[in-house]
C-alpha cells in the first residue's frame, strides 16, 4: 500500500512564492507517475501538475503553466511542487495523488479517477 503525505502549505502573498512536497511511502516511487490536484470551495478538483516515472515528463494545467514546477527525488521518495508568482486563485486544498506508471494515460494526467492513491491534503491561502 502506497501513503502520501504533503506538507509545505500555508500563507502565501499574491506574487509570491510557496514550494509544496509530498513524501511516498510504502513503495519506490519511480513505480508511479504523481499528481498534484487542488481543489477550491464550491468548485470540482483540478488536475494542476503531473510528473512521469520514466523519462521524468511534466504536465501542467493552463492556469499554473510558466508559474508552477513539478519535481522529483526518486531517491528521497519525494514529489516538490514549487509555486511561484502566486495569485489569489491559487487558493485551495492541493492533493498529491499516485497511479501506477502502468496504468497512466497522458491523456488523462488531469483526471482525479485516474489515480488511486492520495494524500491527506494540505491548505494553500494566497492573500495579503
Known amino acids: 500500500q502506497l501513503q502520501l503525505v504533503e506538507s509545505g502549505g500555508g500563507l502565501g502573498q499574491p506574487g509570491g512564492s510557496l514550494r509544496l512536497s509530498c513524501v511516498v511511502s510504502?513503495?519506490?516511487?519511480?513505480?508511479?507517475?504523481i499528481g498534484w490536484f487542488r481543489q477550491a470551495p464550491g468548485k470540482e478538483r483540478e488536475g494542476v501538475s503531473c510528473i512521469t516515472s520514466s523519462d521524468g515528463s511534466t504536465y501542467y494545467s493552463d492556469s499554473v503553466k510558466g508559474r508552477f514546477t513539478i519535481s522529483r527525488d526518486n531517491a528521497k521518495n519525494t514529489v516538490l511542487l514549487q509555486m511561484n508568482s502566486l495569485k489569489p486563485e491559487d487558493t485551495a486544498v492541493y492533493y498529491c495523488?499516485?497511479?501506477?506508471?502502468?496504468?497512466?494515460?497522458?491523456?488523462?494526467?488531469?483526471?482525479?479517477?485516474?489515480?488511486?492513491?492520495w494524500g491527506q491534503g494540505t491548505q494553500v491561502t494566497v492573500s495579503s
Open positions: 495523488a499516485a497511479v501506477p506508471v502502468a496504468h497512466w494515460l497522458v491523456s488523462r494526467w488531469n483526471r482525479s479517477y485516474e489515480y488511486d492513491f
Open positions: 510504502g513503495r519506490t516511487l519511480d513505480r508511479y507517475a
